[in-house]
């Protein structure tokens, strides 16, 4: 257990399954933030039942404050000679913008928005800010945002679409930053999800997500990192290259299936961004804000933990 991360929105989703890989898999001392204690205290458990050495900390965390958020990176900061990696996956967007299936931006709550940027941008660049100077201070670490292919297409809720094209920029302006020391960060596209929130068909389940942070974290090589620095990757594509598989994808044609349907959006990733396009048509954004599409997150409505 010589490896140390930091993994925020470990309660659930995403954030669950990569906390949980790290620990069980890599044999990571992994500090979790959420701020369902309870949820945490469980994945702790399912943790120590391993036969791994790694470990888990759960640590109660409001990343809507500021103060807690200083405390607890001082408490981690001075118990550890170093933090190899921070993987910000707290999101509070999904949650926020369910209720209002099939309604504009201009009929939804200010609060939805605040939802998408507060707990995900906001919340990543303050955990990132704050974590650096340890990682600088060792010329060591590895800095990874869990976004979204609505970074570049519509997808839900303008919001939603803001939020996701802010993180995946926010990884290339600070490894811009970051590179004389070498610290480095990246964006994760997961593809939909098949979580306590989303329910999506063949979606990706949280622990191939953390499977992906793990290559990253484990596998790749200096020289791909480098490559990599402040770009934004799929976790099909680094399924592929990296050899890790869905639980139950005995002959790797569910990754397979998973990478040609990423190729429609890595297509637009290397086109000129529709706002930049005068030729480009807009969506239709009922494709995906409408009341049927919400079927697809029956666990965000009431779900505020």
């Known amino acids: 257990m010589d490896k140390i991360a930091v993994v925020t929105g470990a309660s659930r989703g995403f954030g669950r399954g990569i906390a949980y890989i790290l620990a069980t898999e890599a044999n990571y001392k992994v500090y979790a933030t959420a701020r369902n204690l309870g949820a945490l205290e469980k994945l702790k458990e399912e943790v120590s039942s391993n036969a791994g050495e790694g470990e888990l900390i759960p640590y109660h965390l409001d990343q809507e404050d500021d103060e807690a958020v200083v405390e607890f990176v001082n408490k981690v900061t001075s118990s550890e000679n170093k933090i190899d990696l921070l993987v910000n996956s707290a999101y509070q967007g999904l949650i926020a913008m369910s209720p209002h299936f099939g309604k504009p931006f201009w ?12 707990v995900g941008v906001r919340s990543s660049y303050v955990m ?16 990874i945002q869990i976004s979204s292919y609505g970074g570049f297409v519509y997808f839900c809720d303008v919001g939603y679409g803001v939020s996701h094209a802010a993180m995946d920029r926010l990884s290339f302006d600070m490894a811009t930053e970051l590179r004389d020391y070498n610290v480095k960060a990246i964006t ?58 869905e639980d139950g994808d005995s002959n790797g044609s569910l990754n397979e299936a998973r990478l040609e349907a990423s190729r429609p959006f890595k297509e637009m990733m290397l086109k000129t961004p529709s706002h930049y396009d005068m030729e480009a048509p807009l969506p239709n954004y009922t494709d995906t804000n409408n009341e049927g599409f919400a079927d697809l997150f029956p666990g965000a409505k009431n779900n505020r933990n």
């Open 107 to 118: 009929e939804r709550p200010i609060s939805v928005f605040d939802g998408h940027m507060n």
């Open 128 to 143: 990132s800010k704050l974590m650096a100077p340890a990682m600088i201070k060792e010329k060591n670490g590895l800095i």
């Open 188 to 245: 994760l596209h997961p593809g939909a999800g098949q979580t306590e929130i989303t329910a999506f068909p063949n979606g990706e389940s949280p622990n191939y997500v953390g499977r992906a942070v793990l290559a990253l974290g484990d596998q790749a090589d200096e020289k791909f990192l480098t490559k990599a620095n402040g770009k934004t990757l799929f976790t099909a594509d680094l399924s592929i290259k990296f050899g890790f598989k």
